[in-house]
């Protein structure tokens, strides 16, 4: 597909357990973000990847989450003994990032929507 | 550090009125604006952006924001409202990453 595509669209998992997200960006996408949105609330920067620099991880909440792409495509946001505030929806976005200004229009996914028993 | 302030996190306005939502941000350099709507059960997509240029930028349906440097404000604004602009609307800065602020709920009273 042409979009960024994320997977899977609804996840419910128990206090605990391990959840894995999963998004793929638009071929040619160097930039790659994942944020957070809890019900009613903002977006919450999480982590950036631009090409092959170190990822900025200062969004992420805690030692529980982390993220990880390989190259310049697929990315996954994982987070360790989830708790019940983790319920949220994880929404990542690409854009062709680099140098140029015209390259920072962000393309969204449709998110992951995960609940935390 | 970079960050994005919305002070309103809800706006009614009737059907036709002029709107006004409110975005301030801080930055140390020159920065990139914009601003993103979310449609009910609908993902986000970019309404418009300011990279440079002219201070006045336009959007799709009808928005328009101005950039103010000495205000360090990007206020997005329509002057008659639908209700079809019923939505969540995000400003957001670029510095070194894009951040995001908490979003203005737009509602549209007929």
């Known amino acids: 597909g042409a979009g960024v595509s994320q997977s899977p669209s609804n996840k419910v998992t128990e206090k605990g357990k391990d959840v894995e997200l999963r998004c793929d960006p638009i071929s040619g996408h160097t930039a790659l973000y994942w944020y957070r949105q809890r019900l009613g609330q903002g977006l919450e920067f999480l982590i950036y990847?631009?090409?092959?620099?170190?990822?900025?991880k200062s969004g992420l909440p805690s030692d529980r989450f982390s993220a990880e792409r390989t190259g310049e495509s697929v990315s996954t946001l994982t987070i360790q003994r989830t708790q019940q505030e983790d319920s949220a929806v994880y929404l990542c976005?690409?854009?062709?990032?680099?140098?140029?200004?015209?390259?920072?229009?962000?393309?969204f996914g449709p998110g992951t929507r995960l609940l935390v028993l | 550090a970079q960050s994005v302030t919305q002070l309103d996190s809800q706006v009614p306005v009737f059907e036709e009125a002029p709107v006004e939502l409110r975005c301030n941000y801080s930055?140390?350099?020159?920065?990139?604006l914009f601003w993103y709507v979310q449609y009910p059960n609908q993902g986000l997509q970019l309404l418009l952006k300011y990279l440079s240029g002219s201070t006045l930028v336009k959007g799709i349906n009808g928005f328009e924001a101005e950039f103010n440097k000495s205000q360090t404000s990007f206020h997005l604004r329509k002057p008659s409202v639908h209700i079809s602009d019923t939505a969540e609307y995000f400003c957001a800065v670029r510095d070194d990453k894009i951040i995001f602020g908490k979003g203005t709920r737009l509602h549209i009273l007929p």
């Open positions: 930055s140390s350099v020159s920065v990139y």
């Open positions: 976005a690409s854009s062709l990032g680099g140098v140029g200004r015209s390259r920072e229009t962000q393309y």
């Open positions: 990847f631009q090409g092959n620099s170190a990822p900025d």
